[in-house]
């Protein structure tokens, strides 16, 4: 099975602040990568596909870029309701894995 | 507005067997590939399989196979997961979640139900 890591595994930021994940693939997955955010209790949601393109109706201080085996999720503008886990997820090859979650915390 | 609506939390011993469903709503239900998605308790996410729901054409993870069974209702735009031979790994909020695009499958998953705790314990 295709492989995800991400780092950091959990990030302390303050509001307004830039913060940057890293999810990195175990093999080439092109640009066939999606990142999640999950909030305690509820269902993911998605906010970028194919590497970089934003999901509709998600703010863009969200950005996302990288092919291949290296991905960044970048929030350039830390708010309060971005504090979450968040999962980076291939679509490449069967099974559809995700990475083991960053939590961005206070 | 779409909405996936499942079914309430269940609690099973050993060996049993869970349906877990998910109705759905706000589009065209033959359109959208469905995913499941299950996440053990403070865990990350796992996926488990996905159907056509025209065709009613499975795929299943490997780690699944033999033990899960999606299934489709179009009449009531309602889709099914059976996991059987359960065990205590078993234990997970399991989501039902619609894929990205109509008339084909991208492995992306933009709406979500909202969980079904599934508690295997003896």
């Known amino acids: 099975d295709l492989q995800l890591t991400q780092s950091p595994s959990s990030v302390s930021a303050s509001v307004g602040d830039r913060v940057t994940i890293t999810c990195r693939a175990s093999q080439d997955t092109s640009t066939w990568l999606a990142w999640y955010q999950q909030k305690p209790g509820k269902a993911p949601k998605l906010l970028i596909y194919a590497a970089s393109r934003l999901q509709g109706g998600v703010p863009s201080r969200f950005s996302g870029s990288g092919s291949g085996t290296d991905f960044t999720l970048t929030i350039s503008s830390l708010q309060p309701e971005d504090f979450a886990t968040y999962y980076c997820q291939q679509a490449m090859s069967f099974p559809f894995t995700f990475g083991p979650g960053t939590k961005v915390d206070i | 507005q779409v909405q996936l609506v499942q079914s309430g939390a269940e609690v099973k011993k050993p060996g049993a067997s869970v349906t877990v469903s998910c109705k759905a709503s706000?589009?065209?239900?033959?359109?959208?590939?469905m995913h499941w998605v299950r996440q053990a308790p403070g865990q990350g996410l796992e996926w488990m399989g996905m159907i056509n729901p025209s065709s009613g054409a499975t795929s299943y993870a490997k780690k699944f196979q033999g033990r899960v069974t999606m299934t489709r209702d179009t009449s009531t735009t309602t889709v099914n997961m059976v996991l059987s031979s359960l065990r205590s790994e078993d234990t997970a909020v399991y989501y039902c979640?619609?894929?990205?695009?109509?008339?084909?499958?991208?492995?992306?998953?933009?709406?979500w139900g909202q969980g079904t705790l599934v508690s295997v314990s003896s």
């Open positions: 979640a619609r894929d990205r695009v109509a008339e084909t499958v991208s492995y992306y998953f933009d709406y």
């Open positions: 706000g589009y065209t239900f033959s359109s959208y590939y």
